[in-house]
């Protein structure tokens, strides 16, 4: 069981680039979520996808996309990266028994 | 609608003494509560949970934490710590009540260990 594995790690953007973080998860887990973490501001939902083939917007969505592949794939797209977009990114999900798994994160720079 | 308010973004206690980590939320449905730790540069680790069964939850790493009702608070404790206690703690309360897992955290707490 490898639990949520996202890639990848590190990325650098240059302003306007674009880029897609990908999430999986092994746990058949329905739901699935995309944060943003940034110093002194916790962890900030952006997107999060409650069941296969829906998705909604979550505290702060300027700026992101999202697709639910199929039941393990969740992915966060940047169409056009800007530098306050540099943040920790995490994955996570859920089932039945409430707490969300986390993945390690991808920590992406905008410059 | 639900927050969460994390008292102290910086708490330092020396090795073997009390932690206590405050966590205060509201919620207009009952919580579920959680506590998740986070070590240097790596993803949120669920420390405990609260589903309204039992009030006080023990967690891993000897952590456990009290739901208080009448006071809105879920404050995180451990009786000695160790350096390896060392991280962010983040409190979390569920959007909504219950099964549908989205989460509000605080802004969570740097715990420093000093020996």
Known sequence: NAGVTQTPKFQVLKTGQS??????????H????????DPGMGLRLIYYSASEGTTDKGEVPNGYNVSRLNKREFSLRLESAA????????????????????????????? | AQSVTQLGSHVSVSEGALVLLRCNYSSSVPPYLFWYVQYPN??????LKYTSAATLVKGINGFEAEFKKSETSF?????????????????????????????????????????
Not at chain 2, 86 to 103: D, M, T
């Open chain 2, 42 to 47: 790596q993803g949120l680790q669920l420390l």
């Open chain 1, 19 to 28: 880029m897609t973080l990908q999430c999986a998860q092994d746990m058949n």
């Open chain 1, 83 to 111: 530098p306050s977009q540099t943040s920790v990114y995490f994955c996570a999900s859920t089932g039945h028994t409430y707490e969300q798994y986390f993945g390690p994160g991808t920590r992406l720079t905008v410059t």
């Open chain 2, 75 to 115: 404050h995180l404790t451990k009786p000695s710590a160790h350096m390896s206690d060392a991280a962010e703690y983040f409190c979390a309360v569920s959007l909504h009540g219950g099964s549908q897992g989205n989460l509000i955290f605080g802004k969570g707490t740097k715990l420093s260990v000093k020996p």
């Open chain 1, 30 to 37: 329905n739901s699935m979520y995309w944060y943003r973490q």
